[in-house]
């Protein structure tokens, strides 16, 4: 069973349940003070990174405005993000174009913004770029290893092998544009910190082999995001991450010729800022003697539970009746449309107090990135997901 103070200190959770008081259901709390400290957190443990923030995690103006007035920089992926960030008066050189898939006229649009700095991993986009927006710096993207450890994997689709790295890179170059950096993604929730070492020793091989071959010095290493947040198995701290980064990078590099880095995080920032508070719609049973009870909640896959298809992604689901339970047991736990995909839990074996009844709340706790921005806008007419901000 779930423990709150494994989460939070009392006074966090007083917080968030304060702002969830006489609120009609379902909500998302995003507690913006928490953001501000891992912010910090993660500066503190990478003072010679920029970060980047990955804002598809958690797109409000709220966040961005937060971000932006602690020095942040912002990685967008595509010219709706872009215009927001922009509209809260961030200057485009602290954002970069990080999505390798964009039309050619969006390259344009993003370059008369001012961006100058965009993530490539194929030749048809990087023609794009040198001809809308020429004289651009590219990073180039590289398929690495982390499929296997991250909840969340985001390997296949994006990035490109080291050898056609060196291709585009070189091509930038003669195409007019700063063949700038290299990039990757580890996949996201990824608990093994090795996944950036085995990458880190790729971009190694990239930067000694355009200096040697190409005598052209790289510059930068994006390392992306991924650093896991708290679901419910426990993840080591971001000190653990951080030292063993900086470690694979002082073996790799000269410590007095150590390139840029970057980093793109996205949900160990806003992960633990926020708790989805919902209700119990409906229980029951499929037949008389089954064991397994389904608890219906209205919240779903399709406010703001997306993560949780394929069961990737395991919240931490809390209700008050676990202070005072003396029985708990297996359930289901789905969402109120009328899609069979809407199942948040069905083989994670969650359990929940014999006590609850419907009309009790239930807590997601660590709902604070890829949630309402995923959040559907209508379907079955259940408004998107309503977000409260506190700090
Ligand atoms: C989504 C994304 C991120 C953020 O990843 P997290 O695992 O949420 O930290 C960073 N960089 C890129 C390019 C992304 O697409």
Redesign the pocket.
Known sequence: MIKIDQYFDPAGWQKFTQAAKDRPTPFLVVDLSRIKIKYQEMVGLFPNAKIHY?M??SPAVEVINLLASLGSNF?C?SVYELDRVLDCGVSPDRISY??TIKKAEHVKYAFDKGIDLF?TDSEADLKNIAQFAPGSRVFV?ILVQGSETAE?P?SRK?GCHPDMAIDLLIQAKKLGLVPYGV?F?V????KDVAAWDDAIAKVKYLFDWMKKEEDTKLQMINL????PTNYISEVNPLQVYADEIKRYLSEDFDEDDMPEIIL?????LVGGSGVLVSEVVLISRKSHTDLTRWVYTDVGLFQGLIETLGEAIKYPVYTPKMETSVKEGTVVLAGPTCDSTDIMYEEAGYQLPEELEIGDKIYWLTTG??TNSYSSVEFNGFPPLEVVYID
């Open positions: 990955a598809k995690a990685d992926a990080g999505n993530a993207r969340w985001l994006f990039s993604h996949g996201s929730q990824q992306g995001g991924g650093f793109e995080p996205g949900r160990s990135a890829y």
